[in-house]
């Protein structure tokens, strides 16, 4: 699904944030990405959502070399990732279920054809009775529940989640955790990058550990 060989980044002339990085990722995989604060780990999420090229190295997403693409093809590749950003990136004027079926609404779909997927997803992620209710009234764990249904919601092959943990309490952090786990069961490869060595810990997984710009991994 995804080979990353030899890549390596560097901003300007300055030394390089990421180097020698030669992995791949599996589909239907399951895995945490971990490391230091500052160690590169969103720089890597970025790579992985064609946010950022590297300085050099192969990065070869679903099939696709990424330095061959063109910038039309990058939507729909995109859109066969699923990111749920660390703040969470709600809009405030939106209720919990237009957030949910922004991307849908982004595509030009009629809301008919869709608005029955957002409504089971919102009720899978725990917040049903909380689809009218705008980003500002919900808590930190309700808007990281409604992030997560967002990414969700164009049936991603692949999901990141950039510390999807780091505000909610120990509880929270393992019910999210089993929704990562209930949406990988269904076929959808995860990457979760997170600090919360009890929550890698809770489960026998792939372990992608960067350091100073390098990456081990353990399976």
Do not use: C
Not at 49 to 54: A, R
Not at 76 to 96: S, Y
């Amino acid at each position: 699904m995804i080979r990353f060989e030899n890549v390596g980044l560097r901003y300007g002339t300055g030394r390089e944030v990421l180097s020698d990085l030669t992995f791949s990722i599996a589909p239907h995989s399951f895995q945490f990405l971990t490391g230091p604060s500052g160690a590169g780990k969103t720089t890597l999420i970025r790579l992985l959502f064609l946010n950022l090229k590297p300085t050099r190295g192969l990065i070869s997403i679903f099939g696709k070399d990424t330095a061959l693409l063109r910038r039309a093809d990058m939507p729909a590749l995109r859109r066969r990732i699923g990111v749920v950003f660390q703040d969470f990136r709600l809009l405030d004027h939106l209720t919990t279920y237009e957030n949910v079926a922004l991307p849908y609404r982004v595509l030009g779909k009629d809301e008919a054809s869709y608005r029955a997927d957002v409504t089971d997803l919102l009720d899978w992620v725990g917040l049903g009775d909380r689809k009218h209710v705008y980003p500002p009234v919900l808590s930190g764990g309700e808007k990281q529940r409604a992030a997560i249904a967002r990414a969700l919601i164009t049936k991603p092959e692949f999901l990141l989640a950039d510390e999807p943990t780091g505000n909610v309490d120990p509880p929270l952090a393992r019910r999210l955790l089993r929704l990562f786990l209930e949406l990988n069961r269904l076929g959808t490869a995860v990457l979760i990058a997170t600090h919360d060595i009890g929550l890698m810990d809770q489960l026998d997984a792939r372990r992608m550990v960067i350091e100073n710009g390098h990456l081990e991994i353990y399976e």
